[in-house]
């Protein structure tokens, strides 16, 4: 099965905490803190691979974790950093957050490698923490937490053209004609059951790709039949050719298939309808008398009035597929060159955390307990011993209300506030 959008979770690493020791050896009389400092997170990378085309693999595996950095050792031993979780995905893949669905990267046109979580930072050992008056420091900072979240992979065919039309209508005998597609063909009364990408090489000029766009039908744009599944491989395409059975051999009526996919276009993304597009009327070397000139009137009444140009072809006899393909070729130099590329929407390192919770209590008559995930983030990456850092930390506590939470406490000066290993002395 032919494979386009899948949901899957993926984790950076967490950073390693850092380590409280000291060092103790024969013959030295000030050992001292010697604690390590943890190893940093693996990040979550998405990496283009030209060796795959589908997303079949992300059915069989949902979730992709980063390694954890190694928590640092005794004599000062730094954690080892925890290894990359490389995601490999077919080109023009989009990476989208599930909860929102907006873009976080469009995996195509050059974008072949994309940073998408950053691992956490490994947290400093008790080494860092020696200062005159705190020769003895038995505590290390935390390493920071690795990033998570859900999100949707959806695979847009990078393509030029997109050839679009009802079942049956010749698309798929047409793209064999002019490409070096092979898809199949036959008198069939069901779509193709996946696009089909093929080069349209033209003497005088180079080519440009067109893909085959399956399953549009009424009702697609609301998910009936297999046209929700293929809406999306269109919105790359830079000019749309539409594939009318004109002579009707099956009852149908050119002029309202036209309008009918048109309907569903717009209904998907009124974008689309922006695009330039053609119009094919396939199955002419089947008419009868002036039955042809008749229908294909009709045809160029109703639409090239609207800028679409209508060339009369016979897919299976070649006849008038050069003149359309040089067409849209003309329409495609008009274009702007710059390719279709989806700008990027969501930032997970922006990601607010204001709402997570935090709790304070008192845990004796002089001491109190600040925890919680709001406050171990803010802990895992600020430096609380440089001067910055600090007037951060100071400047957290007041702005989310901890201070505040405190004080209704009873909190009195020279009581001792806990915070996840750290201790701090409260002045007010």
Known sequence: MFADSAKIYIRSGKGGDGHVSFRRELYVAAGGPDGGDGGRGGDLIFVVDDGINTLNEFRHIRKYCAEDGEPGSRRRCHGADGEDMIVKVPEGTIVKDAETGKVITDMSHGNRREVILKGGNGGKGNQHYATPTMQVPKYAQPGRSGMEMYVTLELKVIADVGLVGFPN???????????????????YHFTTLNPNLGVVDLEGTDGFVIADIPGLIEGASE??????????????????VHMVDAAGVEGRDPIQDIRTINAELE?????????????????IDVFYGDDEETTLALIR?????????VFPISAV??????????????????????PIVFEREFFPEKTDYSN?????????????SVEGPRIERMLG??????????????????TNGILEKLEELEIEEGDTVHMYGLSFDYYK
Do not use: C, M, W
């Not at 698309?171 to 036959?186: D, E, G, Q, W």
């Not at 998910?223 to 749309?240: A, D, M, P, Y």
């Not at 008038?320 to 710059?338: F, P």
């Open 169 to 187: 209508v010749g698309k798929s005998t047409f793209l064999s004609r002019v490409t070096n597609a092979k898809p199949k063909i036959a008198n």
């Open 223 to 240: 998910g009936i039949g297999l046209g929700h599944e293929f809406l999306k491989h269109i919105e790359r395409t830079k000019v749309i």
């Open 301 to 309: 009444e109703e639409f090239e009035p609207q800028g679409i140009k």
């Open 267 to 283: 209904a998907y993304n009124p974008e689309l309808l922006k695009k330039p597009q053609v119009i094919a009327a396939n199955k």
């Open 381 to 398: 990456y600020t430096n609380l011993d440089s001067e910055k850092g600090f007037e951060f930390f100071q400047k957290f506590l007041k």
């Open 356 to 368: 997570e919770p935090y709790t304070v209590e008192k845990v004796d008559e002089h001491e109190f």
């Open 317 to 338: 006899a070649g006849k008038g597929v050069k003149e359309l393909l040089y067409h849209v070729k003309q329409q495609l130099n008009s274009l702007a060159s710059e």
